[in-house]
């Protein structure tokens, strides 16, 4: 079917048409053979080379032994209590600790769970400002990567196992040489780094050896095109009415992600028809969250926006802001904006993306200057990391320096360099020349290979340390568990360098801090505890701060509010690329594994990835137009050729991707990984330059013939269309306040049904929940914090594929309209509806799955002889089956991650979502023991917990003040697929978009 | 050519019928009553334990209270095993040499934990919690049995099921005042049914629709 088929059909339907997919536009019959079958693939097949009988057969005595397994005597289990009991330990109950999680130099605050010892799970820190309870993904996944048993372990010295022990002595010795030559041979070379601990570490080392350099590299977050900004932008969207996004993945990347989700969301709320929204403008190469939650989305290829920035900057009112084609498209989008942000002087913002090059950024700032946004809405401070060097040029320089032979000794304090560093560099070749490379890691990897020396990193979650919000907040890095393989935290190596040795991380960064607070050294802020009083002394100040997790007070932003960083040099625009023929290549890091750091995480693996639901893969995206001229679809192989260098790819069409435009997403292809990573996607990074770490144009792609099985969970557990998600704009809902609810069936009445109407009342509490589509950015985090929460199971690439996978919530995408050009795209968390009419619970033939007073649909693991009816019978397609043994049980690593509050599920067994039962059950004892009533917000299910949105309201319906309640009374709120009778006690509030008039026309 | 079958095949055909009936039937009793019997609940089992420490000294003889080791039993879903530590409170000045006492001992000296095994042993799928049970008026030895007269430790109950609900469907056949939760000597009034409900009520225990909903237990 063409593209052309595929409009006229469009064309037919009447209203807005939403889609999941292009094979459900094109509605092949295929697909709907697809929609249509009762279980995923293969489900009802036997295709095992054994035959029909004797299949039967070993049912047969299955089914006889199935009875007699019930008598078995259960195996002896052990006791084993503490020696000597540390005082707060409760056995049973866990306890919390505030951390943070560093990543790309920034910190993600973090509250860790701990049972008896052991880290379960990571929620945000409530009390951080660049948290707010909440947390993304990698921090939900980071636990996984803690236990993860193909861990680095030991000290590898020259091939070698060693100690470390043998390995200071090497490194004593290294740096003594180095001393008499005041460093000359001497490189550090790190991931950008934030910690004033580490930083300090560095600068003593680098004042005692002067001619030593430290160079920084990291693919994702330490890169920029064009030269890094001089100042960094911090933005306060929930003062903006008005939001312009050039190529700014704000609300999905980046260390500020999950404040800046809490700020834009928290203007998205619209209670009642009257309510204020805010309105966002996205331009961008490649769909992003960002762009998916835009008002107006423009899809431009990243070489235009700076023409496009330095458009509305002439129209608002910048001078010299310069120029450049536009397309007609674009065009017709500038003095709308223009006017829109005029508007809104000082309630706007303008937001420049971290691919974009430091003349884009400078465009964003006059233009937030020109619109008095400065000091409301942004401000402008020095940048947050320490040391900022672009790490495109300190790499190269580094390389060259390795070239020439003048570095003797090299130490990479983390990452993966020889997999990552820029292709046109020859890092590999060049790390040969170097008399002893020190590599320290999570994991023996590519680099750690070449190196003279690895030796094992500690998780963050075993290590002491300190590092900066993205807004330049303190947090303190406090350790849950001792190192389980061995690990040491960088400051442990640099400490040793400076002719410390054997001194614990936890003593170097206390006494950093604690010094730093006895005044003797000269730190740019005072510090004080929360009522701004000075501490009594250090240790109380100490202890203070790691309740806290943070210093409070350290915040960029408070150091001088309002005032700004003064603006540098404006940069020249980057030279225009010599032709505009060809392709325009764009490099993003996967949305998951990011530079591959991540590939041995099965939750990160398996985790949906944004818009595109692929799952196990990288892949190069491209725009329905261009993919249909290059005669390619989703799963062809192309050949990407760019900068002399060529990558076998395989193609997914992604509708909403720039026209001329391939996306390619590096990360994967990793050579050396462990038994998760291994032999997944391609490895993109020989594409990618140091001139071109995010575009560049001139690049050609060849179809090859050959085809890639890709799992995209994105057509998984339709619904057919049954107006899933509903979607108004403002003025419509200003005009009727039952826009939303006009849009679908209305539910039939009560005294139609044959179910039992005591079924649904409960006297106690009543649990339901209300989840927000339009605060909702489809980011995913519910998924994974479900994960990692309710010990739900990886399943692997080919089970996915099958329509597999066991993750109890799914985020649903639909798009609107023609999908070259998707005018709007929206997203659905759908987990378990807890139907009041449960129509599983009829056809369970052993109630397994049966009601609570409280309205929950229980399921009963222990009772499940999985005959799958229920899942047969599931409208929303919530319910998952352990088609095979899914759940590890014999990777001893992981037993100790395991939630104990929840049961860990084995094969043939149904599951799915109990609204976090075991966190309600703990509430309702607690609330019982001490005699008070459970209050509302006292059980946050896990999904409810971490949802950077607030989209997620978990609560008792009985009690009419819960927020709960409020919600499904405001009149966004409807049913999904209310029409069959089923009575969700999960309802959704239906999308509110905002476009401007002036530029829909 | 003569008849294949006589006509006393019939006789055998239906016997043979009923047989298989009677066997059966037989067979399903036997597994039904094998799965319920002590020897899979292990009901009344004396359980060998790295130490051979007798309740019946310590609370029937001693008189010590049982949250003095198992501390956490109002606080938390696990009663607790006292850590080593407990046991040398008093143990480092009483029976200092007692070799029945050297494994406590080695533990304190070494650093290495005692091993015990579980006797009252729940399956993995359910979630009992002994917090609210002793909230709520259970008595230890409503479920433990009489343990200060117990020498060596042995599951009292049978732990199954329809134990467990028998309770949880009308708790005032057992439950008592909550300053009686920890006596081993309470005595059973004669109103127990009575004060039983007049309990319930008072200590707001919910009702049996509750009580008896699958994810009370299992999650």
Known sequence: MTLADIRTRLDGLEGRTYWRSLEELADTDEFRAYVHREFPEQASEFRDPAGRRDFLKLMGASIALAGVSACTRQPVERIVPYVRQPEEIVPGRPLFYATSMPQGGFGHPLLAENHMGRPTKLEGNPEHPASLGATDIFGQASVLTLYDPDRSRTVIG????????????????????????????????????TSPSLVDQIRTLLAGLPEAKWHQWDPVYGVRQGGAPTTTAIYRFDKADVILSLDADFLGFGPGAVRYTKDFSSRRRMGTPQDALNRLYTVEPVPTITGANADHRLALKARDVQAFAAAVATDVGVTGAGGGALSAEAGKWIAPLAADLAAHKGRSAVVAGDHQPASVHALARAMNEALRNVGATVTYTAPVAASPADGARSIADLVGDMKAGKVDLLIILGGNPVFTAPADLGFTAALAKVTTAVHLGLYHDETAELCHWHIPEAHFLESWGDVRAFDGTVSLVQPLIAPIYDGHPAIEILATMNGAPGQPAMDLVKAYWTTAFAGTSTPAWTLRNSNGQPFANADTFWRHALHDGFIASTSALLAAPGASAPAGPAPAPPAAAASNAGLEIVFRPDPHILD????????????????????????????????????????????????????????????????????????????????????????????????????????????????????????????????????VTADEFRKNAKAIADLGHNRPPDALSLYDPKVHENTGHKWGMAIDLNSCTGCGVCVAACVAENNIPVVGKAQVKRSREMHWIRVDTYFEGDPAQPEGTYHQPVPCQQCENAPCETVCPVAATVHSAEGLNDMVYNRCVGTRYCSNNCPYKVRRFNFLLYSDFTTPELYAQRNPDVTIRSRGVMEKCTYCVQRINHARVDAKTTGQALKDGD???????????????????????????????????YGLLEDLGTRPRTSYLGVVRNPNEALKS | MSQLFSPRANAWARSSLAAVLTFGVILGWLVFALMRSSWATKQNEFVEQPIQFSHAHHVGGVGLDCRYCHTSVETSAFAGIPPTNTC???HSQLWTNAPILEPVRASFRNNTNLMWIRVNDLPDFVYFNHQIHVKQGVGCDTCHGPVDKMPLMYQAQSLLMEWCIDCHRAPEKYIRPRAEVFNPNYKIPANQIEAGLALKKAYNIADARHMTSCSVCHR
């Open chain 1, 939 to 973: 059980i946050k299910t896990a999904c409810q917990q971490v949802c950077p949105a607030d989209a997620i309201v978990f609560g008792d319906l009985n009690d009419p003040t819960s927020q709960v309640t409020k919600l499904k009374q405001t009149d966004r709120n």
């Open chain 2, 88 to 90: 040398m409170n008093c």
């Open chain 1, 596 to 727: 591959g750091r991540f590939i041995n995480n099965g939750w990160l693996q398996e985790l949906p990835k944004p818009l595109s639901k692929l799952t196990w893969d990288n892949v190069a995206y491209l725009s329905v137009r261009t993919a249909a001229r290059l005669g390619v679809a989703n799963e062809d192989v192309i050949d990407v050729k760019y900068g002399g260098a060529s990558a076998r790819v395989p193609v997914w069409v992604m509708p909403g991707t720039a026209d001329d435009v391939v996306a390619v997403h590096f990360g994967y292809g990793r050579r050396r990984t462990g038994r998760v990573g291994t032999d997944l996607g391609v490895d993109t990074f020989p594409l990618r330059t140091s001139a071109a770490p995010w575009f560049g144009s001139g690049a050609e792609v060849t179809r090859t013939g050959d085809t890639h099985e890709l799992a995209s969970t994105q057509n998984h557990f339709a619904m057919e269309g049954r107006h899933p998600v509903r979607v």
């Open chain 1, 158 to 193: 020259r091939g070698e196992v060693r100690t470390w022990g043998t390995f200071v002595a090497a490194i004593t010795a290294a740096v003594n040489t180095q001393r008499a030559l005041k460093g000359q041979g001497l490189r550090l070379l790190t991931e950008p780094i």
